[in-house]
């Protein structure tokens, strides 16, 4: 069965550094998503990604973060500067289509920011 | 913008009993809903999802949810709990306008079930 992939499973980092976080979607869907979800609370929406822009954010997107899709099958985050508010579950998801509103969730990265 | 509140953070039950997990939505138009999944130490899982048609729907691991439109809700049900259903339970909303649609989630329901 085809599954969304995210890399790593936990990263620690220190506050101020760079952090990329990995996804590869299921290869036939076209809009892609990161979540988060901080210890403790609800999953927040981050960003979607259709046609290779950024179709919406959330205000937590803010000019920290930015996505990429650097090739075919990579989609990823990355936390430019990273603050002790950032350690959260990320949440890579894709879906087929836009109007079933079905998503597919990889694993989660865990990131832990001292 | 769509809301989505769930009644019960965490929910203890024992096995064979009976689970009813609320949700309530807000939202102007029409939606999509979602109960997803969360096992421990799992990613999220699709339990059953609702666009149109008979309001009584089925999932997997005999969870069933029914929409109830006046009451903007989505409850979901199993009559008898097993110890593996003990996971995180997230009910979740789009509005169906066409186009690129988000998905909004709850803040969730632990459900521990006991032996």
């Known amino acids: 069965e085809p599954e969304v992939t995210q890399t790593p499973s936990h990263q620690v980092t220190q506050m101020g550094q760079e952090v990329i976080l990995r996804c590869v979607p299921i290869?036939?869907?076209?809009?892609f998503y990161w979540y988060r979800q901080i210890l403790g609370q609800k999953v927040e929406f981050l960003v979607s990604?259709?046609?290779?822009?950024?179709?919406?954010k959330s205000e937590i997107f803010d000019d920290q973060f930015s996505v990429e899709r650097p090739d075919g099958s990579n989609f990823t985050l990355k936390i430019r500067s990273t603050k002790l508010e950032d350690s959260a579950m990320y949440f890579c998801?894709?879906?087929?289509?836009?109007?079933?509103?079905?998503?597919?969730f990889g694993e989660g990265s865990r990131l832990t920011v001292l | 913008a769509q809301s989505v509140s769930q009644h019960n953070h965490h929910v203890i039950l024992s096995e064979a009993a009976s689970l009813e997990l609320g949700c309530n939505y807000s939202?102007?138009?029409?939606?999509?809903l979602f109960w997803y999944v969360q096992y421990p130490g799992q990613h999220l899982q699709l339990l059953l999802k609702?666009?149109?048609?008979?309001?009584l729907v089925k999932g997997i691991k005999g969870f069933e949810a029914e929409f109830i439109k006046s009451k903007f809700s989505f409850n979901l049900r199993k009559p008898s709990v097993q110890w593996s259903d003990t996971a995180e339970y997230f009910c979740?909303?789009?509005?169906?306008?066409?186009?690129?649609?988000?998905?909004?989630f709850g803040t969730g329901t632990k459900l521990q079930v006991i032996p």
């Open positions: 290869s036939n869907h076209l809009y």
């Open positions: 998801a894709s879906s087929e289509d836009s109007l079933s509103g079905e998503l597919f």
């Open positions: 609702y666009f149109s048609g008979d309001p």
């Open positions: 939202y102007g138009g029409t939606v999509n």
């Open positions: 979740a909303v789009t509005p169906r306008s066409g186009g690129y649609q988000k998905v909004t």
């Open positions: 990604f259709y046609n290779n822009e950024i179709s919406e």
